[in-house]
Nanobody, 123 residues
Framework: QVQLVESGGGSVQAGGSLGLSCAVS???????MGWFRQAPGKEREGVAG???????NYVDSVKGRFTISKDNAKNILYLQMNSLQPEDTAMYYC??????????????????WGQGTQVTVSS
């Protein structure tokens, strides 16, 4: 069993930046991890993923603006978000899947989920 706890959400104006963190209870190095988001009235979407080997993947809408990273020694997953836009407003969730695993934007591919942290971007 792995527990995930997100932090770092908040409110920011368009063009601003926020950094999200996700504390992993143990063995982050043995998990593929991802960030997902869900806006009111919309389906959950994968935003960024990182594999055990550090390979990263991003949805097109955030490429060049968001960066996912993982500190295996500290068991923390990060998401640095720059040039935020109102359409980035959503609840953001981190997710983890133990090895063997693939970097994926499919929610069903992840077993463990955090409770979420709200990101609000005003125009």
């Amino acid at each position: 069993q792995v527990q995930l706890v997100e932090s770092g959400g908040g409110s920011v104006q368009a063009g601003g930046s926020l950094g999200l963190s996700c504390a992993v209870s143990r063995n982050a190095y043995r998990h593929c991890m991802g960030w997902f988001r869900q806006a009111p009235g919309k389906e959950r979407e994968g935003v960024a993923g990182i594999g055990i080997n550090g390979r990263q993947n991003y949805v097109d809408s955030v490429k060049g603006r968001f960066t996912i990273s993982k500190d295996n020694a500290k068991n923390i997953l990060y998401l640095q978000m720059n040039s935020l836009q109102p359409e980035d407003t959503a609840m953001y969730y981190c997710a983890a899947e133990p090895a063997p695993c693939l970097v994926s934007f499919g929610g069903l591919d992840y077993t463990y989920w955090g409770q979420g942290t709200q990101v609000t971007v005003s125009s």
